[in-house]
């Protein structure tokens, strides 16, 4: 079965654990900034939004790579960069309609979520279940759940 | 080693900005942030100096578990000589800047000197300059946030700031950072802005390495973080009504300080309270509170977001005001609320929001509205002094309007600006000043939690519920019930709570993490990441040593034992209701054995055996 | 035996426990002669582990004495979760 992230802005808090933990899982320190999932703060509507690669099947950055540096990881369906293949181009980061491959200027490469191999860490890392690692084919079946409830209670007697 | 062993000199007379390494042997003794700085802070000033004066410095720094993923590990403080206590003051404060300056590769900020002109820090992971903010001053923090952000076309900036308040010499203002994170008492925003410094803005992208032993660190602070899942206070009650859940409780005990803690109990604190800010409006239908939300890396989440009723008088043709922002804390509702007895939930939502947008402390600023109430209802302070303003108790009008005026120093505003203590100085009413060492009290009222009259008594930064929250044993019973009345046991419960305050703020972590947590907690997540050999007995050896140092650099400044005391309202006024009815704060029963304690003399000055044995 | 009228305040998450047409916070309770606060806790099914703070009349009843102490007529009694801040 694969899996995917399954991001609730309304369980989030804006703590950050999610991009310590995944900084620390890919870079080995705790940096916010090599993060490959971002939280977003909307302070005047009071929202905190995670945010991070979905996976696409199609993956714009994929086709867009002109020396197939991103590859599909077979047992997780993740899209993972080849470090020794990029070449720094950044193609990827214009072709990616949601912005979630990013230069790393450090290393001359692009960076972008990779599932952490299967078992994501900032899923791990979060406190609130904000960011969960749920069935791909039923990410929807908790929002699913709330509209049947509703549903039910808005016509008792239908 | 999780520090980074690095910290940047900021000479703001001469505008240089130079590195240099940190002082590790203090580091060892005084872990980080609170401790670390103190201890510099006391190496480097004349303890007499002028707290607004070139002489004094300002030091932003951080903790060892500052920037990780220990929960909470987000704190930073400021610290510096106060100008309205004249003591060593240490303001904490929580948001995203800490981590910020940690991943850009600093431990401390030293600011010395003073600029010719307005100028403000940029600091770029090395990169460190000062530039010109001339076009910032005499903006709001909100303004000059915006301002910076724009400038630097990075919306990932972190950025500290005063607002005008401290810009026009409110002796209370506040550091502001993210908007509506405060290092807020003491007035350390008003030393910088005495030092023409406007803003620090900083991204850092280096990351925090160096963890002493990354794997039983990570062990560590998951297991610590399981720790607060799995606690009542961390997992629900914070998270859900934030510190505001406290107003209640604390109204039902008899020790909610009331109209310039005149009274015990306040009739409107359920209006006012964490359960309140969850129930819909009558005018929109929508809550106060929006949402929770945490500061960098922590996993309680005690924050408000909030709202104001659009429609409220205060806001109303204002729409600046209509969006969510940083609402009420138990201590600024108190403040704002009860201690002035006005129960309206917006109008103090809207002094919270003012209170950040120009950076002044809204405890402070709250109790003096109250001294000037009383004043005013006694006919010593009139309408020709406030500028037409009737400062009766209750009045919302009056509060709001005065938190207007303090926000930019005009009018009235100036004079509310410098403290119940100089107000009720120059009204020839010194003793309705509900100060210690010139600071105004928080929300605990000390005829009614015995051992707090103590706490506030001895805090080396005046009148302070966060040196020794002995509330948390006395009243919520953690981490053990003591009898709120009872003066036995205190001097030694508030000795306790001081240290390992003194110790959990070096760490860099949240004093709200100890409703769970304890030092055995704590001491392993530090140990994890720093060398040290950090046990639980050596936290609380530090953070004794620490208390100490704070001491001597008051006893230095001229402080003396005899500033151990609480107003006279306090000491002799019983209060009038609940179970402390009849009583007043036995603080002459409790303060000798504290000395004792302590290991100091009778006149409160740590002996030389004191001194040898903390390394002083 | 004769009725007494005590008044049954409730914070927090407890609030939703408190009988149906009550006020905010609280409920005026016909109660027995020798109603104790763990009578009350159990007429009303508040979960024990959420009645960490009792207070009669502002005065704190710890846990033992919860069933010994005897309510009077016109008592306050109010019940906490667990809650800290500061």
């Not at chain 1, 900032?122 to 279940?129: R, S």
């Not at chain 2, 076009?135 to 700031?161: F, N």
């Amino acid at each position: 079965m694969l899996r995917s992230l399954k991001l609730e802005p309304e369980k989030c808090t804006g703590c950050l654990q999610c991009e310590m933990a995944c900084s620390y899982e890919q870079e080995g320190v705790f940096n916010p900034a090599k993060s490959r999932i971002k939280v977003f703060t909307f302070h005047h509507e009071g929202v905190f939004a995670p945010y991070t690669c979905t996976q696409c099947d199609e993956a714009w950055c994929m086709h867009a790579c002109p020396v197939d540096a991103i590859v599909v990881n077979a047992a997780t369906g993740s899209k993972d960069v080849l470090n020794d293949v990029c070449v720094g181009c950044k193609v990827c980061t214009i072709a990616c309609p949601f912005g979630t491959v990013n230069y790393n200027q450090d290393t001359g490469k692009v960076i972008k979520c990779d599932l952490c191999g299967g078992d994501p860490a900032c899923a791990k890392a979060c406190p609130t279940e904000a960011i969960t690692y749920v069935d791909a084919d039923q990410t929807g079946l908790e929002r699913m759940r709330a509209y049947a409830a509703q549903s039910a209670q808005i016509s008792p007697g239908s | 080693m999780a520090w980074t062993g690095k910290i940047l000199r900021v000479d703001l007379s001469s505008g240089t900005c130079i590195a240099e390494p940190l002082n590790m042997e203090w580091a060892t003794q005084y872990l980080g942030q609170r401790g670390l700085a103190s201890k510099y802070l006391s190496e480097e000033i004349d303890p007499t100096v002028d707290a607004l004066s070139a002489g004094n410095k300002f030091i932003m720094v951080t903790g060892p578990l500052t920037g990780t993923m220990a929960s909470t590990g987000g704190r930073y403080s400021v610290v510096t000589k106060s100008p309205l206590t004249g003591t060593i003051a240490c303001s904490n404060s929580g948001g995203f800047i800490g981590a910020e300056m940690k991943n850009a590769g600093w431990d401390m900020i030293i600011f010395e000197g003073k600029a010719d002109s307005p100028v403000y820090l940029y600091l770029e992971n090395e990169k460190a300059e000062l530039l010109p903010a001339d076009d910032l001053w005499g903006l709001s923090v909100w303004a000059t946030d915006e301002a910076l952000h724009r400038k630097h076309q990075d919306p990932q900036l972190r950025i500290a700031c005063v607002g005008r308040s401290a810009e026009a010499g409110c002796l209370y203002a506040g550091v502001i950072n993210d908007l509506h994170r405060a290092a807020g008492r003491s007035g350390v925003g008003t030393v910088m802005a005495s030092k023409n410094l406007k803003a620090v803005a900083v991204r850092g992208t280096r990351g925090v390495g160096n963890i002493k032993d990354p794997v039983g660190f990570m062990q560590a602070t998951e297991a610590a973080k399981q720790v607060l899942a799995d606690n009542a206070v961390t997992s629900q009650g914070l998270p859900t009504y934030g510190t505001q859940v406290l107003m209640n409780v604390i109204n039902e005990v008899g020790a909610m300080p009331t109209r310039n803690m005149r009274e015990v109990r306040f009739e409107g604190a359920s209006n006012i309270s964490g359960e309140a800010m969850h129930e819909p409006r009558k005018s929109d239908g929508k809550p106060n509170l929006v949402t929770n939300a945490a500061c960098f890396g922590c996993t309680i989440a005690c924050g408000r977001i909030s709202t104001i009723d659009k429609g409220h008088f205060t806001v109303k043709n204002k729409p600046e005001y209509w969006g969510a922002s940083g609402g009420l804390e138990y201590e600024a509702a108190w403040a704002l609320g009860s201690d002035t007895g006005v129960d309206d939930l917006d109008a103090l939502t809207y002094v919270n929001f003012l209170c950040n947008e120009d950076g002044f402390d809204p405890i402070s600023f709250g109790a003096t509205v109250a001294a000037a109430m009383e004043l005013f209802e006694m006919g010593v302070l009139t309408e020709k002094d406030t500028g037409g303003l009737e400062m009766r108790f209750g009045s919302a009008e009056a509060l709001t309007r005065s938190a207007e005026l303090t926000m930019t120093g005009e009018g009235f505003g100036k004079e509310l600006g410098l403290g119940s203590k100089r107000l009720c100085e120059k009204y020839g009413h010194p003793e309705l000043s509900m100060t210690v060492k010139g600071q105004e009290f928080p929300a605990y009222d000390p005829r009614g939690i015995q051992g707090m009259g103590l706490a506030y008594a001895t805090s080396n930064r005046g009148a302070c519920h966060l040196r020794g929250y002995t509330v948390s044993s006395e009243v919520m019973g953690i981490p053990e019930k003591t009898d709120p009345l009872v003066t036995d046991g205190k001097a030694g419960l508030v000795k306790a709570f001081q240290d390992a305050t003194a110790a959990v703020d070096s760490a860099g972590l949240c004093i709200f993490t100890t409703f769970a947590w304890t030092l055995a907690d704590i001491a392993p997540q530090i140990d994890a990441a720093c060398e040290g050999g950090w046990t639980m007995e050596k936290l609380a050896e530090v953070g004794e040593r620490i208390w100490n140092l704070e001491r001597d650099f008051n006893l230095a400044a001229g402080l003396t034992g005899k500033d151990d005391t609480l107003p006279k309202r306090l000491l002799k006024d019983a209060a009038n209701t609940g179970p402390a009815q009849g009583r007043v704060n036995e603080l002459d029963k409790m303060l000798p054995e504290y000395y004792e304690l302590r290991g100091w003399n009778v006149e409160g000055v740590p002996t030389e055996s004191t001194r040898q044995r903390l390394g002083l | 035996m004769h009725a007494m009228k005590v008044t049954l305040k409730l914070y927090a998450s407890l609030t939703r426990y408190l009988p149906p047409g009550s006020g905010r916070h609280e409920a005026e309770l016909d109660v027995a002669e020798g109603t104790t606060p763990a009578a009350i806790i159990d007429r009303y099914k508040l979960p024990l582990e959420l009645t960490h703070l009792v207070f009669i009349n502002g005065v704190f009843v710890d846990r033992e004495s919860r069933d010994e102490t005897e309510l009077r007529d016109g008592d306050q009694l109010a019940i906490f979760p667990p809650v800290a801040g500061g």
